[in-house]
Nanobody, 129 residues
Framework: QVQLVESGGGWVQAGGSLRLSCTAS??????????MGWFRQAPGKDREFVGG????????YDVESVKGRFTVSRDNAENTVYLEMNSLKPEDTAVYYC????????????????????WGHGTQVIVSS
């Protein structure tokens, strides 16, 4: 079993920045066996992919809606994946979730929520105008 815990959310004014963290743990868990993704969900909307990264950080998965503003990175020594968010807009307000999928033996589009096996409980981000 894998546990994911997000942190770093909060309130920020439009144009500001936040960095979210997601730390993974688990019995016999190896962080480098997993690709990681970040999603968000605003009230009344579907869960939306905002970025991902493969097991060694050599490849990132981007989405046009936040490209150039959001960056995903990871520190495998710390079992942590990050989402750096810049130039935030009110429409970025949502609960942000990290998710994990085992790299080998699982296919699936890394931009789709159904691909991921483990999820955190989310961290709220509020961007005011």
């Amino acid at each position: 079993q894998v546990q994911l815990v997000e942190s770093g959310g909060g309130w920020v004014q439009a144009g500001g920045s936040l960095r979210l963290s997601c730390t993974a743990s688990g019995h016999t868990f190896s962080f480098t066996n997993y690709d990681m993704g970040w999603f968000r969900q605003a009230p009344g909307k579907d869960r939306e992919f905002v970025g991902g990264i493969n097991w060694n950080g050599g490849r990132t998965y981007d989405v046009e809606s936040v490209k150039g503003r959001f960056t995903v990175s990871r520190d495998n020594a710390e079992n942590t994946v990050y989402l750096e968010m810049n130039s935030l807009k009110p429409e970025d307000t949502a609960v942000y979730y990290c998710a994990a999928v085992i790299t080998y033996g699982s296919g699936g589009n890394r931009a789709e929520a159904s691909t991921y096996q483990y999820w955190g409980h989310g961290t709220q981000v509020i961007v005011s105008s």
